[in-house]
């Protein structure tokens, strides 16, 4: 299995199972990896969001960290911090999309800065990725300044959300 070791953080990719169990149940979840229970659950649309990820993750299993949400857990208590959703296989011209969420109660400790700088280091050393790709509404500040840390550069916008692209 593929796992991404920052300083502070273990980066995981969750199976299909393991996402119902994310969606349903986290106790269960926390208990299948081993994880210390944060009473955390996820907002209804980050609910939604799993579900979108786990019918991708059926339709193509076998290529199911391109589809599903690696789970973000701190070392140092063992505990789920957040998530990158990776949306897709790259597309021609080598782009591929993620999104993330860090749970409230770990905001503001550059957790999602160090696992987005994992991500893409592991992810423009896939083949045929020359970029990452991440959308924000436009008015996540907080989202705004965790891209420009990973390098991100702005390159489009609609009437409600800013484009990003790491190189």
Request: net charge neutral.
């Amino acid at each position: 299995m593929i796992e991404l070791i920052t300083e502070r953080l273990r980066i995981t990719p969750l199976s299909s199972e393991h996402l119902k169990s994310l969606i349903f149940n986290p106790k269960k979840l926390e208990q299948e990896l081993s994880l210390r229970g944060s009473g955390k659950l996820l907002s209804p649309d980050l609910k939604y969001a799993m579900e979108i990820r786990r019918s991708k993750v059926l339709e193509d299993e076998g290529n199911y960290i391109w589809y599903t949400n690696w789970l973000i857990i701190l070392k140092d208590g063992n505990c789920h911090v957040g998530g990158i959703m990776v949306k897709g296989l790259p597309n021609k011209d080598g782009e591929v999309i993620i999104g993330y969420y860090t749970l409230s109660a770990y905001q503001g400790n550059g957790y999602m800065t160090e696992a987005i700088n994992a991500m893409k280091k592991w992810l423009l050393e896939q083949p045929n990725i020359s970029f990452v790709i991440a959308d924000t509404d436009k008015d996540n500040i907080p989202s705004h300044r965790v891209l420009e840390k990973t390098g991100a550069e702005m390159y489009k916008e609609t009437d409600s959300l800013y484009f990003w692209r790491i190189s």
